[in-house]
């Protein structure tokens, strides 16, 4: 079995977000860029796959700026067998990323995609979604756990109030949640080891995908800041601020 997980590089998320000056999105010069922490724990799975004997190879994709390398590059320390970026130097936005990927799930046949639940950069979640609409395939959206059978994949979902339990017929494509696994950190030696494994850079003209921006940005800001908050002594006094200024209960 073929799994295709994608990777994408956004801001570290120890990073304090800054907005840039004309308010149009947020900086990114000079900024710690790391794997989408979704997508770490979508390539955990994929190693796991492997480590399990029920997959063959795990293919780690990138849609981005020639810097994706680095983030396929940490894929591949983790385990993963080869890589492929889709380079463009345009943002991506959910449906440019979806094509992209859709027109290498034709070119190498996968049985499962991994994807994270959402990118942390732009919070969209919508990739997966798309995706599968766009396939035709089955999904499992915000997974905490797969079970995978012949020809089908039981996927248990994170839904408000509970699990969910899906039972699917593969191929399909998968979204992680917080809790299906715990990434691995790459060892040393695994990082020396990927700076030999491959990575084949496409172009999304080359397959026939057109990236530009469908969607505008009219302003990006700050939320407004908090306000200080007071101690208060006991809890009539909570509750009366509660009733009386917040006005909550
Ligand atoms: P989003 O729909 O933007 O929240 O992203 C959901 C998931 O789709 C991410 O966690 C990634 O697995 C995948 N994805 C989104 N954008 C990219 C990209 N540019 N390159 C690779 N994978 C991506």
Same mark, same amino acid.
Do not use: H
């Given at each position: 079995?073929? &799994?295709?997980? !994608?990777?994408?590089?956004?801001?570290?998320?120890?990073?304090?977000?800054?907005?840039?000056?004309? $308010?149009? =999105?947020?900086?990114? =010069?000079?900024?710690?860029?790391?794997?989408?922490?979704?997508?770490?724990?979508?390539?955990?799975?994929? #190693?796991?796959? @492997?480590?399990?004997?029920?997959?063959?190879?795990?293919?780690?994709?990138?849609?981005?700026?020639?810097?994706?390398?680095?983030?396929?590059?940490?894929?591949?320390?983790?385990?993963?067998?080869?890589?492929?970026?889709?380079?463009?130097?345009?943002?991506?936005?959910?449906?440019?990323?979806?094509?992209?990927? +859709?027109?290498?799930?034709?070119?190498?046949?996968?049985?499962?995609? #991994?994807?994270?639940?959402?990118?942390?950069?732009?919070?969209?979640? $919508?990739?997966?979604?798309?995706?599968?609409?766009?396939?035709?395939?089955?999904?499992?959206?915000?997974?905490?756990?797969?079970?995978? !059978?012949?020809?089908?994949?039981?996927?248990?979902?994170?839904?408000?109030?509970? /699990?969910?339990? &899906?039972?699917?017929?593969?191929?399909?494509?998968?979204?992680?949640?917080?809790? /299906? *696994?715990?990434?691995?950190? =790459?060892?040393?030696?695994? #990082?020396?080891?990927?700076?030999?494994?491959?990575?084949?850079?496409?172009?999304?003209?080359?397959?026939?995908?057109? &990236?530009?921006?469908?969607?505008?940005?009219?302003?990006?800001?700050?939320? =407004? +800041?908090?306000?200080?908050? &007071?101690?208060?002594? *006991?809890?009539?006094?909570?509750?009366?601020?509660?009733? *009386?200024?917040? @006005?909550?209960?």
């Amino acid at each position: 079995m073929k &799994v295709l997980v !994608g990777v994408k590089r956004v801001v570290d998320y120890n990073v304090k977000i800054r907005v840039n000056s004309d $308010q149009t =999105a947020v900086e990114t =010069a000079n900024v710690k860029m790391s794997m989408n922490p979704f997508d770490e724990i979508a390539v955990e799975e994929g #190693i796991r796959l @492997k480590e399990a004997g029920i997959a063959e190879e795990l293919i780690a994709v990138s849609v981005g700026p020639k810097q994706s390398q680095e983030t396929i590059r940490t894929a591949l320390a983790m385990g993963a067998d080869r890589g492929i970026l889709v380079e463009t130097d345009i943002p991506t936005e959910p449906l440019a990323v979806a094509k992209c990927l +859709k027109a290498l799930i034709e070119k190498e046949s996968p049985d499962l995609v #991994i994807l994270g639940k959402q990118a942390i950069d732009d919070d969209s979640n $919508q990739t997966g979604q798309m995706l599968a609409a766009l396939m035709g395939w089955s999904q499992g959206t915000f997974a905490s756990k797969l079970e995978l !059978g012949d020809g089908r994949i039981k996927v248990t979902r994170e839904i408000d109030g509970g /699990l969910e339990t &899906v039972d699917l017929k593969m191929p399909t494509i998968v979204t992680t949640d917080l809790r /299906l *696994n715990e990434p691995r950190y =790459a060892s040393l030696p695994n #990082i020396m080891k990927a700076k030999k494994k491959p990575i084949d850079v496409l172009t999304p003209e080359g397959l026939g995908v057109d &990236v530009s921006p469908r969607l505008s940005v009219l302003k990006v800001v700050e939320p =407004a +800041k908090r306000q200080a908050g &007071v101690m208060v002594e *006991n809890v009539a006094q909570l509750v009366d601020k509660l009733r *009386n200024e917040a @006005k909550v209960i």
